[in-house]
């Protein structure tokens, strides 16, 4: 098991930065691949970011790309997201995940290992 505990949310104006952590613990050894996936309200959840585990190779959705950025530090077993340029359209629960197969997937049902979220509110 892989427990992951999400902070950084918080209220932000637009065009204002956020940083997101993602802390892991226990078998952290099992966290090859990981991401942070979005939820806005009335809204199914979406893929945002994901990075292997060399932090080498990171993919986005079109929606944040040139503006989010996704990194790790596997030493840390922590995961971040820097949210720059945010947009009225970003206010979401931000979740991380853990892919246990590392294979850069950016399906929700490909993760196995869920964060409880942490809310990102941007006023216009």
């Known amino acids: 098991q892989v427990h992951l505990v999400e902070s950084g949310g918080g209220l932000v104006q637009a065009g204002g930065s956020v940083r997101l952590s993602c802390g892991a613990s226990?078998?952290?050894?099992?966290?090859?691949?990981m991401g942070w996936f979005r939820q806005a309200p009335g809204k199914e959840r979406e893929f945002v970011a994901i990075?292997?585990?060399?932090?080498?190779?990171?993919n986005y959705a079109d929606s944040v790309k040139g503006r989010f950025t996704i990194s790790r530090d596997n030493a840390k077993n922590t995961m971040y997201l820097q949210m720059n340029s945010l947009k009225p359209e970003d206010t979401a629960v931000y979740y991380c995940?853990?892919?246990?197969?590392?294979?850069?997937?950016?399906?929700?049902?490909?993760?196995?290992?869920w964060g409880q979220g942490t809310q990102v509110t941007v006023s216009s």
């Open positions: 226990g078998r952290t050894s099992m966290m090859y691949g």
């Open positions: 995940a853990v892919d246990k197969y590392g294979l850069e997937r950016t399906t929700l049902s490909d993760y196995d290992y």
């Open positions: 990075i292997n585990w060399s932090g080498a190779i990171t």
